[in-house]
């Protein structure tokens, strides 16, 4: 389905396909593991009433505390909300955090059995302090260390007997750079989803931006491809196809996905390209906006999508999470509504 192409002399083009949008598919059938850094996102929310003596900053007078499932077991928790089945690869430490995820996993309903222990390691936690829905500080808790070669093939050798078990729809490598994810470890995961025929879907960071050769969809954000590359990356379809040009080149990757903020979402399936304008209208918090479209344009993608679809779906679904505060999974019946509404 081709996808249109607009001037490029605009500083923020609008482009949208002039396709009927189909029906939102029945993802019920799909099977997706998530490997990649897991983490807690915990919430200290309280009131501020005034200045500490002490020092120029607030006082938090604490009300309550709440943990949620963060990084790659957020994506994971998405890929759950949409129906599909769900599970979540990754790492912890041996500290009272990691009993904490693993009771998040249960009471959320994904698999724990892909979760190896570093006693070397702490559980990496993101505690977010919130006074009248507005976020005063973060403080985190991690390493990112990689893992130790022994512990990481605890991790590899837990995925591919999955994998050999069949019915994998699609692999998600979810980097947020805290040492789950390595080069050698990449290339094996990737190697694995080859032989298996299993649909790959990567989010990036840094450290190893140019290790996912051949994946299915590369899916850095706009603030992560400037930082790569030698030339200036502008939200505007000239700088995005001579960006994606690189990408193509050096990872030979299949489809290219880079998110604009509120740009919306720039698309190319190796011979078309388009940028997609978001639909959101109110802001609260964009954490874990990220994690929602990886999921949302991955899972569209395995039921048969274009990249181009995927990528109107997974505006519309972060335009949904953007508007809540806090870290929060896609609500599939709102995202069937709103779906309904573009055709």
Not at 12 to 39: H, I, K, N, Q
Not at 282 to 307: E, K, Q, Y
Not at 319 to 342: F, M, T
């Amino acid at each position: 389905m081709p996808l249109s192409r607009g001037s490029s002399t605009s500083p923020v083009p609008r482009y949208s396909p002039s396709t009927r949008v189909p029906a939102l598919p029945d993802f019920a059938a799909l099977r997706v593991l998530v490997v990649g850094d897991v983490m807690i996102d915990r919430y200290l929310t309280g009131r501020v009433d005034r200045i500490s003596p002490e020092a120029p900053v607030p006082v938090v007078r604490w009300q309550q505390q709440e943990d949620r499932l963060g990084g790659a077991a957020n994506v994971a928790l998405n890929v759950k909300a949409l129906g599909a089945w769900a599970a979540v690869a990754g790492a912890v430490g041996t500290d009272p955090n990691a009993a904490s995820l693993h009771d998040l996993l249960v009471a959320t309903g994904l698999p724990g059995h892909f979760i190896v222990a570093d006693p070397d390691r702490p559980t990496t936690v993101k505690t977010r302090v919130i006074s009248q829905e507005q976020q005063l500080l973060r403080v985190d808790q991690e390493s990112t260390e990689q893992l130790p070669n022994h512990i990481a093939a605890q991790l590899v050798t837990a995925i591919a007997q999955r994998a050999d078990e069949g019915g994998l729809s699609a692999l998600i490598l979810q980097d947020y750079n805290k040492g789950v994810l390595s080069p050698t470890g990449i290339a094996e995961l990737l190697q694995l989803a080859g032989r298996h025929g299993i649909l790959t879907a990567v989010d990036p960071k840094a450290d190893n931006f140019w290790n996912y050769r051949g994946v299915d969809l590369f899916k850095p954000n706009l603030r992560e491809v400037q930082q790569q590359l030698d030339f200036a990356v502008r939200p505007r379809l000239d700088d995005l196809d001579r960006a994606a040009a690189v990408l193509f080149g050096r990872l030979q990757c299949k489809q290219v996905m880079i998110t604009l903020s509120q740009h919306g979402i720039y698309t190319h399936d190796g011979s078309t390209s388009a940028i997609h304008p978001t639909p959101a209208r109110r802001i609260a918090d964009v954490s874990g906006a990220g994690d929602t479209v990886i999921s949302v344009a991955a899972c569209a993608l395995a039921s048969g999508m274009s990249v181009g679809m995927a990528a109107q779906l997974a505006n519309v679904a972060g335009a949904q999470v953007i508007a809540r505060p806090g870290v929060v999974a896609v609500e599939l019946n709102e995202l069937r509504q709103e779906w309904a509404r573009l055709g």
